[in-house]
């Protein structure tokens, strides 16, 4: 799908998430203007690129975009709203949390949230939309810097190897150990796994 850009746009901000799947984290979103002026090499869907490249990319666009903005929806808030309204929600805070409101603005996938933006909606833009493909790797350096860190808060299941992702893993550590206070307990495995373990918080 190409981006249709309307007249006088100045300003796009290109909008990804990264979490949806996962049975343990935040959902976590991100929002980029980049600046003509100063281009970044090597832009691509998140996903394709090496962590070592991730970290590389993440810094010069920090150093280089117009404005981004981090955001994010909690575990307790996907519990409560579900998922895609959850990272809906947290696509809205990112774009409102830009210090320079966007024209325009390019968001990957096939939804849109509610919102008074002028958008739209672009499957795998991550791929073929640079602000898209800046704001990716932005959001997953993010969750997978913050999955590590939850390492060290909750042992024994390996958040930092799986990213909190449904592997064989992450699903033996839930069945032995039950649902940590950072488990989505609205998805299914996770709910499994407290039934085996009642004790669970």
């Known amino acids: 799908m190409t981006l249709l850009l309307p007249p006088g746009v100045v300003f796009l901000a290109g909008v990804d998430e990264v979490g949806r ?3 343990a984290g935040d959902v976590v979103t991100a929002a980029v203007i980049l600046d003509p002026a100063r281009p970044i090499d090597g832009l691509a869907d998140s996903k394709v690129l090496s962590e070592k490249k991730r970290e590389l990319l993440y810094e010069l666009i920090i150093e280089h975009a117009a404005a981004f903005c981090i955001a994010r929806a909690s575990v307790a808030e996907i519990d409560q709203i579900n998922i895609l309204n959850a990272t809906l929600l947290a696509m809205t805070r990112a774009v409102e949390g830009l210090p320079v409101q966007p024209d325009f603005v390019a ?5 849109l949230p509610k919102w008074h933006y002028s958008a739209q909606a672009i499957v795998k833009g991550d791929s073929t939309v640079p602000a898209i493909s800046a704001a990716a790797i932005i959001a997953k350096v993010t969750r997978d810097r913050e999955m590590k860190a939850l390492d060290d808060l ?4 390996d958040f930092g190897v799986h990213k909190g992702y449904g592997t064989a893993r ?3 550590a839930l069945s032995g150990l039950g649902p ?5 307990r609205s998805f299914k495995p996770v709910r ?3 039934i085996r373990n009642p004790a669970t918080p």
Not at 107 to 111: A, C, E, L, M, P
């Open 180 to 184: 940590s206070p950072v488990h989505r």
């Open 192 to 194: 499994d796994a407290m």
């Open 154 to 157: 909750y042992p024994g299941y």
């Open 107 to 111: 968001v990957d996938g096939n939804r």
């Open 21 to 23: 799947g996962p049975l």
């Open 170 to 172: 992450h699903l033996a």
